[in-house]
C-alpha cells in the first residue's frame, strides 16, 4: 500500500487488546488511561474521505495525553493531505490514464490545494515523481491559474 493511505482503522469502536501509551508505550491504569482522535495530515483512509486527517492515540496519562495532542497539532501540514488525498484518486481504476486536473478534481481538491500538495511533495528528501497510481507528476508545482 502506498506510503500515504493507511490501513483502515478499525471502525468498530473497539481498541487494540493492549494499546500502550504512544509516549512512553506503558499501559494505563484504570481511572488514567486516556483515548483520542487527534489530527494526522498523513492518515488517509483508502476508502472513506470521511477519516482523513485523524489518528487514534492511547496515553497513560493525561500529561502524555497533551504532549500526544502537542506533537499532533504541530506535525500538521495540509499538503501533506492533500498529497495522500491525490495519491489515493490515483489508484482508482476511472483515473488510469487520467490528467492531472482530472484526478484533482476526484479527490475534491481546489487549484490551491493542488499546488499546495504539490509543493509539499517537492520539498521532500525523496519526492514522488509518479503518483502511486502511475501518473507521472509535473517536475515543479503546476503555476497559479491565470499568472
Same mark, same amino acid.
Given at each position: 500500500m502506498p506510503a500515504h493511505i493507511s490501513s483502515p482503522a478499525p471502525r468498530t469502536g473497539s481498541l487494540p487488546e493492549r =494499546?500502550?501509551?504512544?509516549?512512553?508505550?506503558? #499501559?494505563?491504569?484504570a481511572g488514567n488511561a486516556q483515548g483520542a482522535l487527534v489530527a494526522?495530515?498523513?492518515?488517509?483512509? #483508502?476508502?472513506?474521505?470521511?477519516?482523513?486527517? *485523524? *489518528?487514534?492515540?492511547v496515553a497513560c496519562c493525561p500529561e502524555h495525553m497533551r504532549t500526544l495532542v502537542e506533537e499532533a497539532r504541530a506535525a500538521w501540514s495540509a499538503g501533506e493531505q492533500w498529497f495522500g488525498q491525490l495519491c489515493r484518486a490515483s489508484l482508482l481504476n476511472a483515473m488510469r490514464d487520467a490528467s492531472l486536473?482530472?484526478? *484533482? =478534481?476526484? +479527490?475534491?481538491?481546489?487549484? +490551491?490545494?493542488? *499546488? =499546495? =500538495?504539490?509543493?509539499w511533495n517537492s520539498a521532500r528528501k525523496a519526492a514522488a515523481l509518479t503518483l502511486p497510481g502511475g501518473q507521472i507528476l509535473p517536475m515543479r508545482p503546476v503555476p497559479a491559474s491565470g499568472c
Open positions: =494499546a500502550g501509551c504512544g509516549v512512553c508505550g506503558e #499501559p494505563g491504569t494526522d495530515s498523513s492518515a488517509i483512509d #483508502p476508502y472513506d474521505f470521511a477519516f482523513d486527517g *485523524r *489518528r487514534y492515540v486536473d482530472e484526478i *484533482r =478534481a476526484h +479527490a475534491r481538491l481546489d487549484d +490551491a490545494a493542488l *499546488r =499546495a =500538495a504539490l509543493e
